[in-house]
Structures are given as structure tokens and as C-alpha cells.
């Protein structure tokens, strides 16, 4: 029974940790296909000035 909780604490702990760590682009490039961008669904501005080190558009 002990196992089937500490398997449960440790599940709920690491499924709301995911959130808390950015999602930071490690690099850029400047050339980016046609066919890459065709297949874009979404897309959000990385800035500088927050958790990230470089401006990016993710």
C-alpha cells in the first residue's frame, strides 16, 4: 500500500513540475525552409528580458 502511494505522490509531483520549467529556444537560425513553415501551427515571441538568454520567434 505504501508503494501505491509514494508511486501516486511522486506522479502528481512530477506532472506539475513540467509547467514550472520554460520552454527556452537554445538557438537561431536565420534560413528556415518553405516547407517548415508551411506545416506551422502556432507560434509565440521568446524575449530576452525574461527566464530566456535570446530573442527568438518559437
Known amino acids: 500500500m505504501d508503494l ?3 508511486a ?3 506522479f ?3 506532472y506539475s513540475v ?3 520549467f520554460p ?5 537561431t537560425s ?3 525552409s518553405p516547407h517548415i ?3 506551422v501551427e502556432r507560434y509565440h515571441f521568446q524575449n ?6 535570446i530573442d527568438a520567434l518559437v
Open 18 to 20: 513540467q509547467g514550472a
Open 48 to 53: 530576452s528580458g525574461g527566464v530566456c538568454e
Open 23 to 27: 520552454k527556452c529556444c537554445a538557438q
Open 12 to 14: 502528481v509531483t512530477i
Open 4 to 6: 501505491r502511494v509514494l
Open 8 to 10: 501516486l505522490v511522486l
Open 37 to 39: 513553415l508551411y506545416h
Open 30 to 32: 536565420m534560413a528556415v
